[in-house]
């Protein structure tokens, strides 16, 4: 019996030993991009779980080269993380690098099946990237009639928080503040209601956890033999949060349709949502090439919608306080450029934002240090050549952001807070879409282009710009005394590990 065991465990050994050996030869015949070598089984998750993966990845492509291969447990990814390769993923092959493979926690409740960012770009995907653009997210709606009031009452609606933390003496916890704002106004803007107080506490603490559950690393993901184990919890925990989420869409949901079918079908008098053009949708059925729409697709693309915008602007606004409660000579410019260019103005809107070149470039050197997303990733649908080096059919591509943004070659000091840098641009790089050369390229680029662009690129100027124009800004004794810790936390974005808490004062 003994000799037994011990012949099948030998045999193992020598099946997983060649089964490396033919993976390692395999790769070499591929001409697949250089890296790190994968040990059996794992790969090289031990080079990158050291760190965040961001983090790691830009490390080991010091070493490697800025197009690099990577095995994690069974996944073969290649990550581009220079300004040229990422151009080459983001732009000259984008066509057959977009397909989307969602992670094993977003499986909860059906999520990652109707999903707008996991989705692959076909009918239903451009149908819903449509539709949230013209009745929500594109410059003509934001602009609107409508939507414009909204924008000015969610800073409005910051100030006033700050202002009664700053009365009553307590510290302001930044990103809170400014996510709890943005929630009432992506509420309001996708089904023209408000929240009582009680649903936006629940929906607030669902929808911070969800989002912090989304993208975090997980073994499921890197092993799918495993994933029905759930081994980490994070798809269990993801589908409590967003079902909270869900229940409280359904109810708008259902509220609407009764509101409809009373008024004889289709919809209500006034102004359409978000959530009017969703029913319209479902209603029309596929005739003249429209794409239908059902109860679940309106649920999850209602949900995505809320939860990325809420959570990319709040995140980007708590970095640059951080960054520029670190340097109060920045914040000292910044603040004298508000006082000139607003004077007795209560408030940033969006029409000033050409008139505040100091603002523009210290939230632009905040996404380059600090972008929203660090890691895009992509699926391989067909094989390409990438600078002589094969990424073939079926592999991951991440598009390593971070690294991107922190290109030495691109960017002198590029660990250092200097929004000088971008008042230097040609005018043709003056805007937010990034630099020509994807030096820069924080909304990422490409067919999947952040949606959200429009929406962010008002809120974060008029939100920060506000906050420092009606307020003096301090770190507590403590904090100041130990130093902001600026420690990274990698969710459905990447905010900081310890929540930024400042001392606010009122300017009078």
């Known amino acids: 019996m003994a000799f037994f065991v011990v012949c099948i465990i030998s045999s193992l050994l020598i099946i997983s030993i060649s089964s490396y050996v033919f993976q390692l030869l395999a790769d070499r015949r591929r001409h697949l991009p250089p890296g790190p070598t994968p040990l059996p089984f794992i790969g090289n998750l031990l080079d990158v779980a050291s760190e965040l993966p961001h983090r790691s990845l830009a490390r080991l492509a010091r070493r490697h080269g800025p197009l690099m291969t990577v095995r994690l447990g069974t996944l073969v990814a290649v990550v581009a993380s220079s ?11 984008n066509g057959s690098l977009t397909g989307r493979s969602p992670p094993d926690a977003w499986l909860a409740l059906g999520h990652a099946a109707n999903s707008v960012f996991v989705l692959p770009p076909g009918r239903m995907w451009r149908a819903l990237r449509r539709i949230g653009t013209e009745h929500l997210l594109s410059a003509r709606q934001l602009d609107s009639t409508r939507l414009r009031p909204l924008l000015r009452n969610a800073v409005l609606d910051l100030v006033r928080r700050v202002s009664g933390m700053a009365a009553a003496g307590r510290p302001v916890e930044v990103g809170r503040a400014a996510f709890a704002a943005m929630m009432d106004l992506q509420w309001r803007a996708m089904f023209s209601a408000g929240l009582d107080d009680a649903a936006a506490r629940a ?9 912090a559950l989304s993208l975090k690393p997980n073994v499921s993901d890197f ?3 495993l994933a029905a184990a759930d081994l980490q919890g994070l798809r269990r925990r993801f589908a409590r949060r967003v079902a909270m989420v869900y229940q409280m869409i359904d109810e708008k949901i259902e509220r609407r349709m009764r509101g409809r079918r009373e008024a004889g079908g289709g919809s209500l008098p006034g102004e359409k949502d978000l959530l009017d053009a969703m029913l319209d949708m479902s209603e029309q059925g596929k005739d003249d090439g429209v794409v239908s729409v059902n109860r679940d697709v309106i649920r999850t693309f209602l949900t995505d919608m809320f939860l990325a915008t809420v959570d990319t602007i709040s995140s980007t606004i708590e970095w640059a306080m951080a960054e520029l409660l670190q340097h109060p000579d920045t914040m000292s410019k910044l603040q004298e450029e508000l006082r000139r260019v607003l004077g007795s103005q209560a408030l940033v809107e969006h029409p000033d934002v050409d008139r505040l070149p100091y603002l523009r470039a210290a939230i632009r050197e905040t996404l380059r240090l600090h972008p929203v997303v660090p890691l895009v990733p992509n699926e391989a649908e067909e094989t ?9 059919k079926g592999c991951t591509v991440l598009v390593n952001l971070w690294a991107v943004h922190r290109d030495a070659a691109a960017w002198p000091e590029p660990d250092s807070f200097k929004p000088e840098r971008f008042l230097l641009l040609r005018p043709e790089e003056a805007g937010f879409l990034g630099t020509t050369e994807f030096e820069l390229i924080p909304f990422s680029a490409g067919r999947r282009f952040c949606l959200g662009f429009p929406l962010a690129t008002r809120m974060v100027h008029a939100m920060l710009g506000s906050l420092l124009h009606r307020f003096e800004w301090t770190l507590p004794r403590e904090v100041k005394e130990n130093g902001v810790d600026m420690a990274e936390s990698l969710g459905l974005t990447m905010i900081m590990a310890t929540p930024l808490q400042a001392i606010a004062k009122s300017v009078s």
Do not use: M
């Not at 390409?384 to 073939?392: A, D, E, H, L, N």
């Open 83 to 93: 300004p040229s390769t990422a151009r080459e993923v983001l732009q000259t092959h």
């Open 203 to 211: 929906l607030h603490d669902a929808a911070r956890e969800a989002v």
């Open 223 to 225: 092993f799918p033999a």
């Open 384 to 392: 390409v050549q990438i600078q002589g080096r094969t990424v073939p």
